[in-house]
């Protein structure tokens, strides 16, 4: 029998090792973008209604789609409470198709430190533009006001607890951070940038990822693009994973780093 020297048989070992490590960090950084694009999906399909109900009452600029049907207990009492119907499809003006309903609660005026507003849904979906797989959203989601940044911007505590279904997996997404209004305040026709940090988790078949934003994450909602900021993505099997969303451009990509590997992920 011919027998391999011990260092020919280490060698192909490291060398399986290596390929199995790329292949596994592949998928990996497949299943990241996969979760994360579910995340995105949920925040721009459900803030965007929030807010817009909140600042309808203060500013007539502020549009909604014709097709979505609004039942509001008035935005002079408190607690406000508003149902948000979107039927069996309602399209807004960039793009996103929402179903079912949204349901918000706020215990006083959005400018009044410590009011909360909370949304539940029920049975609603939201499809982003250009894309055919509708993303499901239950559970809760709330935004605390706080005192005023140091640059005397608006700012909310942030939580969610949700779970996201899509048609091939589930991510039970967990959040907490600041949420902060950088430009355009007050202002409907100036760009709209917004600001977010805290750290999280998405847990998806049976495994948790925490993400914690190293550097703010800067929503252009312009464009409705996250476009600049850095999370650090702790994977419990594999190494550990960067996202970076770039330098300020609403390019619709992000780069994300596994052990030295960079990938580039369409958002």
Same mark, same amino acid.
């Given at each position: 029998?011919?027998?391999?020297?011990?260092?020919?048989?280490?060698?192909?070992?490291?060398?399986?090792? /290596?390929?199995?490590?790329? *292949?596994?960090?592949? %998928?990996?950084?497949?299943?990241?973008?996969?979760? $994360? &694009? @579910? !995340?995105?999906? /949920?925040?721009?399909?459900? *803030?965007?209604?929030? %807010?817009?109900?909140?600042?309808?009452?203060?500013? $007539? &600029? @502020? !549009?909604?789609?014709?097709?979505?049907?609004?039942?509001?207990?008035?935005?002079?009492?408190?607690?406000?409470?508003?149902?948000?119907?979107?039927?069996?499809?309602?399209?807004?003006?960039?793009?996103?198709?929402?179903?079912?309903?949204?349901?918000?609660?706020?215990?006083?005026?959005?400018?009044?430190?410590?009011?909360?507003?909370?949304?539940?849904?029920?049975?609603?979906?939201?499809?982003?533009?250009?894309?055919?797989?509708?993303?499901?959203?239950?559970?809760?989601?709330?935004?605390?006001?706080?005192?005023?940044?140091?640059?005397?911007?608006?700012?909310?505590?942030?939580?969610?607890?949700?779970?996201?279904?899509?048609?091939?997996?589930?991510?039970?997404?967990?959040?907490?951070?600041?949420?902060?209004?950088?430009?355009?305040?007050?202002?409907?026709?100036?760009?709209?940038?917004?600001?977010?940090?805290?750290?999280?988790?998405?847990?998806?078949?049976?495994?948790?990822?925490?993400?914690?934003?190293?550097?703010?994450?800067?929503?252009?909602?312009?464009?409705?693009?996250?476009?600049?900021?850095?999370?650090?993505?702790?994977?419990?099997?594999?190494?550990?994973?960067?996202?970076?969303?770039?330098?300020?451009?609403?390019?619709?990509?992000?780069?994300?780093?596994?052990?030295?590997?960079?990938?580039?992920?369409?958002?």
């Amino acid at each position: 029998m011919k027998k391999f020297p011990f260092f020919s048989l280490a060698l192909m070992g490291l060398v399986l090792l /290596a390929s199995c490590s790329k *292949e596994r960090d592949e %998928d990996g950084q497949a299943s990241i973008a996969q979760t $994360d &694009e @579910v !995340a995105r999906s /949920a925040d721009a399909g459900v *803030e965007t209604m929030a %807010d817009a109900i909140v600042f309808r009452s203060d500013s $007539d &600029e @502020v !549009a909604l789609p014709e097709c979505v049907v609004i039942t509001d207990s008035g935005p002079d009492v408190y607690p406000r409470l508003v149902t948000l119907d979107f039927g069996d499809g309602c399209t807004d003006a960039l793009g996103r198709t929402r179903t079912g309903m949204m349901h918000l609660s706020m215990s006083a005026p959005w400018t009044e430190v410590g009011s909360l507003r909370e949304v539940t849904f029920e049975d609603f979906t939201v499809t982003r533009p250009f894309q055919t797989v509708a993303i499901g959203v239950e559970g809760v989601r709330q935004l605390e006001r706080l005192e005023p940044g140091e640059e005397g911007e608006s700012r909310w505590a942030r939580t969610i607890n949700t779970v996201l279904t899509h048609p091939e997996f589930t991510v039970l997404r967990d959040f907490e951070g600041i949420r902060r209004w950088i430009a355009g305040e007050g202002d409907p026709e100036a760009d709209q940038l917004w600001g977010l940090t805290g750290t999280g988790s998405h847990t998806r078949n049976g495994l948790t990822r925490t993400r914690t934003v190293i550097e703010e994450l800067i929503l252009d909602r312009t464009c409705g693009e996250t476009v600049s900021g850095v999370v650090e993505i702790d994977r419990p099997v594999l190494e550990d994973g960067v996202m970076d969303f770039g330098e300020g451009a609403c390019d619709g990509t992000a780069t994300l780093t596994i052990a030295g590997e960079v990938y580039t992920i369409d958002l």
